[in-house]
């Protein structure tokens, strides 16, 4: 049986944990808001990135950049967009969880990682899987200079490295409540169906030639890619996190209901005790005069 | 008779809406689109895109980016921009400064020439908006 003061102790215990879960809930919470400002605002910029590499796929015929050919052989490589840190429910398990099973179920266990962000990193050693380049501590403000590095990694790993396929994986942000673990294939580029984007026979007119714009725009799509993934990332990790400290801080504060509860019936039995101890007390001095 | 347009740099979109014309500093030199073009895909030179919509004209600052034509709808992106409203003049020379140098510092290197390009374009775009304003 727990005394009065173990218990009281337990409650002080708890209701620090419960001040800390409140804070990280707070700052969660007003990280959130500008990350999903963030995501909203860039979305656009990535989708239409998307389309115009999708329409290149459809109709470039005069020259075909290597993202554009489908290749039968060589390794696949993931980019595994995760976060640092983790106080954040599922999010990274469930991201991690599609990312994997996809590898497995196209390149078997030894695929190759760039790995955006702690967690994923993390994962990649304990599976033992061949990680390309690593990059923690991307700011919440992330700009493309911050991620060049892991963008040249991917590309050079397709052109130089005769990958496959590269895949992108990350939490896609849908609201507060739910985070869409995301996994696509960035190259070879998807092309566009029958019914999608341009309808025309011709070719583009190509400014200053065909292979000079593919060049630059291929790599500038995974960038475009990538950069939206880390920011939707962002904004799905602030959610999950606030998410997570405010289903804390609820359960804290049923622990302390209940600790108090117990606490005073201790309490309680205590005075009854001592009361009875009183009562018997004087009931036997009382008889002992008779 | 217009043409769809849209521009978006990676941060936030810029601009949306309908154009009767549009002008642009392509690859090979300066370009203009009509509605009904050819299919065309370029990398943009650092500078201004012009759209015009019956009298009016919008123009937006992009540091480099990508246009594709197609015949309903133009589609630019580009890492930064912003539109030429919000340039100040001042701040771009400040820029242009540090720019040249780096430029002096460091003549070899492929970033410092393009902040360079980005630098002067953007002072000439402040230029340009300065004229349009007073006008």
Known sequence: MATLRDIRRHIRAIRNIEQITRAMQMVAAAKMRRAQARVTAGRPYAVAMEEMVADVAKIGKEYRHPFLVRREEGPGVLILVTSDRGLAGSLNVNTLRAAHSYMLRNFGPRYQVVALGRKGWDFSRRMQLQVLHHRVGITDQVSPEELRPSVEATVSAFLEGGAREVVLAYPRFRNLLSQVPTVKVLVPVPPRSEAEGPHTDGDYIYEPDARAVLERLMPAYVEAEVLHAVRELQASFYSAQMVAMRNASSAAGDVIRELSLTANKVRQAGITRELMEIIGGAEALQAARR | ?135
């Open chain 2, 1 to 135: 008779m217009a043409v769809r347009v849209r521009v978006l740099a990676s941060d936030q979109p810029l601009l949306e809406g309908e154009a009767d014309f549009l002008t642009f500093r392509g690859a090979d030199g300066d370009l203009g689109v009509l509605p009904e073009h050819a299919p065309l895909l370029t990398w943009l030179k650092p500078g201004e895109v012009t759209v015009r919509q019956g009298e009016g004209e919008r123009y937006v600052f992009l540091e480099g980016g990508f246009l594709e034509v197609l015949p309903d709808l133009v589609t630019v992106v580009a890492e930064r921009g912003q539109l030429s409203t919000t340039i100040g003049l001042e701040p771009a020379e400040e820029e242009l400064r540090a720019a040249q140098e780096r430029a002096t510092r460091d003549p070899e290197s492929p970033a410092a020439i393009h902040l360079l390009e980005v630098a002067q374009a953007r002072v000439a775009a402040a230029g340009l908006q300065r004229r349009r304003e007073r006008e």
